[in-house]
């Protein structure tokens, strides 16, 4: 398997800019996820999926933050209007259902808005 | 929730050297993870270890579930295991919560 795949790898914007950023999880696996690594906050889950529906997502910022999942196999987060705090490393990561089931993670989009 | 603390923050090991990692959590888990974040940013999967023992080479994991910690080992340190590495748990904190709590990291420098 490829793994999660993650588009773009980088992504550069300024500021007021839409920005979406893409994930196709491992095939098979119904649950996931999208975290945002900060230095200051360190990796903290922004929302997640199961079976394409959100389940929780409490810890999108404001709402600037939309994701989608329209399929198994595609999820986007969307930035709009960008702003320069929203610079950082943006993960995907994907699981089975089972409880406790390990998350496999993307190689993340680093995004820098200007 | 569930808070996870991982020590020490920073570590510096000469080239050969042996060190422990170790990570705290506050809470029951089910759902222990250890990562590598290598310097290009990449989270590497190198243990799923809710309790018991692994090993990987020259990595080994070992996690007591009623004590609430883990330890990572790394033998025998090369200048390619630098990078930080982070504990990530995920507790029994009720329906629908399947977030991985991750700790602040350790960061590794393995020096020739």
């Known amino acids: 398997d490829a793994g999660v795949i993650q588009s773009p790898r980088h992504e550069v914007t300024e500021m007021g800019q839409e920005v979406t950023l893409r994930c196709k999880p491992i095939?098979?696996?119904?649950?996931l996820f999208w975290y945002r690594q900060t230095m200051m906050r360190g990796l903290e889950l922004l929302i997640y999926?199961?079976?394409?529906?959100?389940?929780?997502d409490s810890g999108m910022p404001e709402d600037r933050f939309s994701a989608k999942m329209p399929n198994a196999s595609f999820s986007t987060l969307k930035i709009q209007p960008s702003e320069p705090r929203d610079s950082a490393v943006y993960f995907c990561a994907s699981s089975l259902s089972s409880q406790g089931a390990e998350q496999y993670f993307g190689p993340g989009t680093r995004l820098t808005v200007t | 929730g569930i808070q996870v603390e991982q020590s020490p923050p920073d570590l510096i090991l000469q080239e050969g050297a042996n060190s422990t990692l170790r990570c705290n959590f506050s809470d029951s888990v089910n759902n222990l993870q250890w990562f590598h974040q290598n310097p290009w940013g990449q989270l590497i999967n190198l243990f799923y270890?809710?309790?018991g023992t692994k090993q990987n080479g020259r990595l080994s994991a070992t996690t007591v579930a009623t004590e609430r910690y883990s330890l990572l080992y790394i033998s025998s340190s090369q200048t390619t295991d630098s990078g930080v590495y982070f504990c990530a748990v995920r507790g029994y904190s009720g329906a629908g919560s399947y977030q991985l709590t991750f700790g602040k990291g350790t960061k590794l420098s393995v020096i020739p």
């Open positions: 999926f199961n079976n394409n529906v959100p389940i929780d």
């Open positions: 270890i809710p309790s």
């Open positions: 095939s098979g696996h119904d649950y």
